[in-house]
């Protein structure tokens, strides 16, 4: 089974900074795209960003320029650092990996509250 393990979150003022770190684990599994959801309160979850295990990134409009995602293949971990924080960041984030052992499949972190106030 894989695990994920996020820290990170917390309280910032407005254009303040935060970096979020997720660690995933699972014996013989092999992590594919990884990335950061968030879900405001009465909001779906929406993307933040993703980084494939090559690098390649994608970034939601509203953070892009603020937000950089990386990720360190040797650990298994994906950061944001977020910066130039806004009240609208306001959200729980939620680490994605898709992983594969024998088949693909996707699994979320537990989620970590990022509050930005104004």
């Known amino acids: 089974q894989v695990q994920l393990v996020e820290s990170g979150g917390g309280l910032v003022q407005a254009g303040g900074s935060l970096r979020l770190s997720c660690a995933a684990s699972g014996r013989g599994f092999s992590f594919n795209a990884m990335g950061w959801y968030r879900q405001a309160p009465g909001k779906p979850r929406e993307l933040v960003a993703t980084?494939?295990?090559?690098?390649?990134?994608n970034y939601s409009g509203s953070v892009k320029g603020r937000f950089t995602i990386s990720r360190d293949n040797a650990e298994n971990t994906v950061y944001l650092q977020m910066s130039s924080l806004k009240p609208e960041d306001t959200a729980v984030y939620f680490c994605?990996?898709?992983?594969?052992?024998?088949?693909?499949?996707?699994?979320w972190g537990q989620g970590t509250q990022v509050t930005v106030s104004s």
């Open positions: 980084i494939s295990s090559s690098g390649v990134t």
């Open positions: 994605y990996v898709r992983a594969y052992y024998r088949a693909y499949g996707d699994y």
